[in-house]
């Protein structure tokens, strides 16, 4: 069982359990609208909500919140059931949907009504909009406001019975129109909605409004903690009205400040554009902060698990550098991940001195940091394939790859020094490195200790596999893409080069049929994850989920 730092949530909690508050009892749940995929943020607060219940050997229900009646939702439903678990959570039998309350939610309400704490308001949206008033203008009670318990009753029954059409009428709280607070400007519980739902079909034509049917809901389920984000801080005395109003338990709200990611966009609206708009390949292209996205990309559950566990709750929006989730992954990864040799941009190189036909297999590591990995066996011959930037025919200073006349050594294999190089008579490209090895130094090391600065990975050009490789960096290249000044578009920040699909690489014959999902670590290049949906049988696609150097300033 794992404990998380303290924080103000689990001050709250444990003040709760201290004064016997909930009778010792911790029940949070975590509430998905079925209108999109989720995302990272949607992972902090499932992390969140399920860690706090395993912590204080409590219970975290899964609840759809599928008041709002709409076309798609079988899908997401399905998917973020599958995302949750993925993620490493289990609500065991605790599965629920706001829409089975609809009828107990109706109920409650003509209680409301019976109290003369709810009424039926036959004004029209717009005007319902215009007699609210403003933080520094009071609101007006529209002229339907008193009408009797009776005549309330008798409507609201009507507006469940489909005798009205959209918007002829709809049920308000009966609060205070001179509330400071917006919210409690007589809040709209119901409205009229002839459309059909996912799972109560047409047997509803009045749906209840978020911040009732939230509340209630919580208190159906005998939630103790409800936990959400900072936006509903100034909700939370509507939450508390229509509880306290209701006489049934009363869970207690906490607000904490939702995750945003610098050079990623979170919202559902903005990453639909993204996928309508042809941004990207999907809902679950690499590049998508969706956890589908992720997985796809290489990350693992634990990474992102670790990741939520580090960026901790505040009271206070801020914004968490990306690179602090690429280094999650990379210190998850490090632990795990296969050793293997990949050439993205191979360069021909020919031993001249080695033994054409013959094929050695030496010995690699498979991981350094887990002996338990083991070793694998890779083939080597005459004709090898090295990545073109570990040649320079003029090399720099500080260059301690391979150029004519320099020796290096290669990654398990030899010391090799350049020889001659053949280029392409018209346009001078260099086609080929010739190559002498010193057969002393087999699996990388030289007895008479003399120096060889550089190290670079390699393929048997034989046996090697072809593949494609995808590079990706982030998708915008602003720091806070969901920040843009008013009248630009966010989608102007895209990053034009935030995917490069590299063909032809060539890779261990090891690699040819990965697992899908499978990441391994490409010496010196970085983690890639073969990929869920492309990669197939002696045709690998590779992702690169995140390179090797990392940018997360500690
Ligand atoms: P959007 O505004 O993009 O539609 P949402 O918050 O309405 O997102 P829901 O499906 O209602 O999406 O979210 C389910 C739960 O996940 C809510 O409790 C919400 O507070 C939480 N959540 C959503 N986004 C974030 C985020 N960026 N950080 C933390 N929690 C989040
Ligand atoms: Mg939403
Ligand atoms: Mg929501």
Known sequence: NFVTPPNFIKAIIEEDLKSGKYGGRVHTRFPPEPNGYLHIGHAKSICLNFGLAAEYGGLCNLRFDDTNPSKEEVEYVE????????????????????????????????????????????????????????????????????????????????????EFPDGAHVLRAKIDMASPNLNLRDPVMYRIKHEDHHRTGSRWCVYPMYDYAHCVSDSIEGITHSICTLEFEDHRPLYDWFLDELEIHHPQQIEFARLNLTRTVMSKRKLLRLVQEGFVNGWDDPRMPTLRGLRRRGYTPEAIRNFCEKIGVAKRDSIVDVALLEHCLREDLNKRAPRAMAVLRPLKVTLVDYPEGRVEALDAVNNPEDASMGTRKVPFSRELFIERDDFREDPPGKFYRLAPGREVRLRYGYYITCVDVVKDGTTGEVKEILCTHDPETRGGWSSDGRKVKGTIHWVSAPHAVEAVVRLYDHLFLKENPADVAEGEDFVNYINPRSMEVLKGCRVEPSLADPGPGVTYQFERLGYFCADLMDSRPGAPVFNRAVSLRDTWAK
Not at 94 to 122: M, N
Not at 135 to 156: A, C, H, I, Q
């Open 79 to 162: 998917s973020i059931q599958e995302d949750v678990r993925w993620l490493g959570f289990d609500w065991g039998d605790r599965l629920y949907y706001a829409s089975d309350y609809f009828e107990r939610l109706y109920e409650h309400a003509v209680r409301l009504i019976e109290k003369g704490k709810a009424y039926v308001d036959s004004l029209s949206s717009e005007e319902i909009r215009r007699y609210r008033g403003t933080l520094t203008e009071p609101g007006r009670e529209s002229p339907y406001r008193n009408r009797s318990v009776e005549e309330n009753l008798d409507l609201f029954e009507r507006m469940r019975a489909g």
